[in-house]
């Protein structure tokens, strides 16, 4: 099992910036997938990107599309997700999640979890 701890959210107005991290303990492998998720209030839980440990393949929802990064330190078995030109629909609890290949959009598929980290984007 794979232990994930977020952090990095916060408070920023509409075009500004944040960077999230997601520290990964326990057992991470080659094939291990992590996911970045989020959910506003209100709604469900949505894919926001992806990318296996080996950072050979990565997946974006086409709503963050060319405004998010996801990238990993294996050395700090850390995930990213840089996110630019940040709107207030981009607003809500990000959570990152961990899998096994293949990538896949459906949080029902993820096994272990994070607690979230809050995202906050004023107009």
């Known amino acids: 099992q794979v232990q994930l701890v977020e952090s990095g959210g916060g408070l920023v107005q509409a075009g500004g910036s944040l960077r999230l991290s997601c520290a990964a303990s326990?057992?991470?492998?080659?094939?291990?997938?992590v996911g970045w998720f989020r959910q506003a209030p209100g709604k469900e839980r949505e894919f926001v990107s992806a990318?296996?440990?080996?950072?050979?393949?990565?997946l974006y929802a086409d709503s963050v599309k060319g405004r998010f990064t996801i990238s990993r330190d294996n050395a700090k078995n850390t995930v990213y997700l840089q996110m630019n030109s940040l709107r207030p629909d981009d607003t809500a609890v990000y959570y990152c999640a961990a899998k096994l290949l293949p990538i896949t959009t459906m949080p029902a598929h993820y096994d272990s979890w994070g607690q979230g980290t809050q995202v906050t984007v004023s107009s």
């Open positions: 990318s296996s440990w080996s950072g050979g393949r990565t």
């Open positions: 326990g057992r991470t492998f080659s094939s291990t997938v």
